[in-house]
């Protein structure tokens, strides 16, 4: 990840310790600029465990700009056969998680 912005998740990791969470699903435009630095960027969305590294997921023709840009392992999709949420679903359970608490 980004070395910038480790701060920001090791912060959140922490809070969702504390708040019995999983995994934090981040779409929201101003939060993905908090967590990425990326502000031209469309159907993105980043996933942080509680514990692990984070990922972002996002477009497939987007995904080695953002890759590159915020330092976040990045899985892209490929329209239409897939979408942002069935990737985040397939990430989702890569991640080992059965029912988590999001």
Request: glycine share 6%.
């Amino acid at each position: 990840m980004a070395p910038r912005y480790a701060h920001r998740f090791t912060k959140i990791q922490a809070l969702m310790a504390e708040k019995n969470l999983d995994l934090l699903v981040v779409v929201n435009r101003e939060n993905l600029i908090y967590f990425t630095g990326l502000t031209q960027i469309e159907c993105l969305a980043v996933l942080i465990p509680r514990e692990g590294e984070p990922c972002a997921v996002t477009f497939w023709l987007d995904a080695e700009y953002v890759q590159r840009e915020a330092g976040l392992t990045t899985y892209g999709y490929i329209f239409p056969k897939e979408s942002l949420g069935s990737k985040l679903v397939e990430r989702i359970k890569a991640y080992g998680f059965g029912a988590p608490r999001i």
